[in-house]
């Protein structure tokens, strides 16, 4: 029978934040304080884990020995208003959380498990605002974060200025998908945007820099249909040797 990995329920107190935030953790199933591992952090985290199968996607995967074992840390949301608070450019805890995300949530992390206290071995992940956050939080501090996964993310002014003001490039890896049907996008604030051409603007900007960098446009819209199959792909870019 084949050993599976675990998945706990745990709580961090942030100060930044003046909440309690919640987090799915998966060990790995060889997951030992002998060795040390990389961490992938999730927005929408149980999104990712419901919805993307992540955590499942990730054992297959390991099985195949397609991929070394890492560590999963989902931040799931407490509400859609919660969440663009949160992650939105321009939320009133946008600023905070991402400093919750590189000073509390970080030191957290490396105090209760075996990890690698590395830029390259700490991913982040997100979907739509999700991504935007995560993007933002490893352009403003690619020295903590080093690696992050953006499937169609939220793209604006400020985004594309994070990204120009990048100083060191080489300092990121950025696996980047998008939908060609995201044209009418219904936002969780009731505006309908188009996705694909800012995604293919930030693609442009991406690519003029010394990124190392993935960007690919599936045949798809704006939801989990389209974005759970993508991340067999994302993880393999991500923790393949």
């Known amino acids: 029978m084949k050993q599976k990995g675990i998945t706990l329920d745990k709580t961090i107190q942030s100060e930044l934040l003046n909440e309690e935030i919640k987090m799915l953790v998966y060990l790995p199933p060889s997951y030992t304080p002998l060795l040390r591992y990389p961490v992938l952090i999730a927005q929408d985290g149980d999104d990712y884990f419901r919805l993307g199968r992540l955590a499942r ?9 397609e991929i070394d074992e890492f560590i999963i840390i989902g931040l799931p949301y407490k509400s859609v208003k919660d969440r663009r608070r949160k992650y939105h450019p321009s939320g009133e805890q946008n600023a905070p959380y991402v400093r919750f995300l590189v000073n509390e949530l970080v030191p957290y992390i490396e105090a209760e498990f075996s990890t690698l206290e590395l830029p390259s071995a700490r991913v982040l992940v ?10 933002k939080t490893a352009s403003s501090y690619p020295r903590t974060f080093g690696k992050v996964i953006l499937q169609s993310p939220y793209v604006d002014e400020e985004i594309m200025k994070e990204v120009s003001e990048i ?3 080489s300092l990121l890896t950025i696996y980047h998908v998008a939908g060609k049907q995201e044209t009418e996008v219904e936002t969780t604030n009731g505006e309908v945007l188009n996705f694909i051409e800012p995604n293919r603007e930030l693609n442009k900007l991406f690519s003029k820099r010394s990124f190392e960098y993935h960007y690919e446009e599936f045949d798809g819209g704006h939801s989990w249909k389209y974005w759970q199959p993508d991340i067999p792909k994302a993880l393999k870019y991500m923790f393949s040797e």
């Open 57 to 65: 996607t990730s054992e297959e995967l390991f099985e195949e020995g």
């Open 126 to 135: 997100g979907d739509s605002l999700g991504a935007t956050v995560s993007l």
């Open 167 to 169: 100083k060191d490039p």
